[in-house]
Nanobody, 119 residues
Framework: QVQLVESGGGLVQPGGSLRLSCAAS????????MGWYRQAPGKQRELVAA???????NYADSGKGRFTISRNNDKNAVYLQMNSLKPEDTAVYYC?????????????WGQGTQVTVSS
């Protein structure tokens, strides 16, 4: 079983910064990717950024140039540095972990952390 603990959300003014953290524990053998998704009220959950364990990373267009995903291998943690935040970044941010085993992928989600960008 996998546990994901997220932290770092909160209220920030437009133009401000936040850093989200997600730490994984439990049975994470076969860990292949970790990433961040977000869901705003009335909208579908969408990718923000993902780090693949081949060293590559993906970013949604909305966050390119403003958001940076990074990982701490020793702590099985992933971070999302968000700069120049905009009101449209307001959402619940979820950490997702992917385990690959025998050709199949298994996803685990964190509980979510609220990010509110408002003056």
């Amino acid at each position: 079983q996998v546990q994901l603990v997220e932290s770092g959300g909160g209220l920030v003014q437009p133009g401000g910064s936040l850093r989200l953290s997600c730490a994984a524990s439990g049975n994470i053998r076969g860990l292949s990717a970790m990433g961040w998704y977000r869901q705003a009220p009335g909208k579908q959950r969408e990718l923000v950024a993902a780090y693949m364990f081949d060293g590559s990373s993906n970013y949604a267009d909305s966050g390119k140039g403003r958001f940076t995903i990074s990982r701490n291998n020793d702590k099985n943690a992933v971070y999302l540095q968000m700069n120049s935040l905009k009101p449209e970044d307001t959402a619940v941010y979820y950490c997702k972990l992917q385990i690959s085993y025998l050709g199949r992928n298994y996803d685990s989600w964190g509980q979510g952390t609220q990010v509110t960008v408002s003056s």
